[in-house]
């Protein structure tokens, strides 16, 4: 998401998950290994958080700090 009001927005519509449970205050806390999973649109994004930030930074080190799950689940299951 590129902006934090649409992260509240879908917050508080319920769309976003926790390590699977439903969060509604945008002020929730993550830490590094959280799963987090975002449902937008069409499509529901699974990212696992590695690490926090030490301050606000350009889009290519913020995209260091967690890594998409979705893909690598999809191909594990079709795989079993």
């Known amino acids: ?23 509604h205050k945008p002020s929730h806390v993550i830490k590094p290994s959280d799963i987090l999973t975002i449902a937008m649109h069409d499509d529901v994004r699974v ?3 590695l690490a926090e930030a030490d301050r606000r930074g350009p889009a290519p080190e913020a995209r260091l700090l967690y890594e998409e799950l979705k893909t690598e689940m999809s191909t594990q299951n079709l795989g079993a």
Do not use: D, Q
């Open 1 to 23: 998401m590129k902006h934090r009001s649409t992260a509240s927005e879908l917050i508080e519509a319920g769309h976003i998950r926790i390590n699977r449970a439903k969060i």
């Open 47 to 49: 990212i696992r958080v």
